[in-house]
T-cell receptor, first 114, second 113 residues
């Protein structure tokens, strides 16, 4: 089946650091990937849609300069949290799917900013 | 816009009990419906899906039927196990699921031995 790999699984870093999270589709090509954020004991909030070869589409209220998304190939999207602060601490999850099939999710990245 | 309303948790059951988690939706057009499961510290896994009215999705003893007349997609399992303890999310999407998902708030299930 379709596999989505996300790396790293956990990051702990100091305030002001920029953190890059990778999302890879291992056995299929994905022109579109999605980035979600999950707060403790809450549902997933869609942050942005990552489009291969073009700009990401951000949801309302998500700062595009804070959360940089790059989708440079058909199997890789990256989310960079720039100048991270404690309020950016969260669980970030990506998803992708082969054409017209359900989304497959990465295992998520637990980001903790000290 | 599209939305999913899911039964509030947490839900605590004894092993072998019957499980129902209610889910209703609001959407334009004809969405695809999904149940995803999230085990502690992990990402989401697709549990089952239904892409059109009256379809029944099933997997690992779980079932859900796409009811267009009641705009519902309730999750059921006849006999839960301790290993079913997780958070369950109801979601909808267009185009078979390849579009962005709209999630319910999730329901935490704890099954005690």
């Amino acid at each position: 089946g379709a596999v989505v790999s996300q790396h790293p699984s956990r990051v702990i870093c100091k305030s002001g650091t920029s953190v890059k999270i990778e999302c890879r589709s291992l056995d299929f090509q994905a022109t579109t990937m999605f980035w979600y954020r999950q707060f403790p004991k809450q549902s997933l909030m869609l942050m942005a849609t990552s489009n291969e070869g073009s700009k990401a589409t951000y949801e309302q209220g998500v700062e595009k300069d804070k959360f940089l998304i790059n989708h440079a190939s058909l199997t890789l999207s990256t989310l960079t949290v720039t100048s991270a602060h404690p309020e950016d601490s969260s669980f970030y999850i990506c998803s992708a799917s082969p054409s017209n099939q359900p989304q497959h999710f990465g295992d998520g990245t637990r980001l903790s900013i000290l | 816009g599209d939305s999913v309303t899911q039964m509030e948790g947490p839900v605590t059951l004894s092993e072998e009990a019957f499980l129902t988690i209610n889910c209703t939706y609001t959407a334009t057009g004809y969405p695809s419906l999904f149940w995803y499961v999230q085990y502690p510290g992990e990402g989401l896994q697709l549990l089952l899906k239904a892409t059109k009215a009256d379809d029944k999705g099933s997997n690992k003893g779980f079932e859900a039927t796409y009811r267009k007349e009641t705009t519902s997609f309730h999750l059921e399992k006849g006999s839960v196990q301790v290993s079913d303890s997780a958070v369950y999310f109801c979601a909808l999407s267009g185009q078979g699921g390849s579009e962005k998902l709209v999630f319910g708030k999730g329901t935490k299930l704890t099954v005690n031995p």
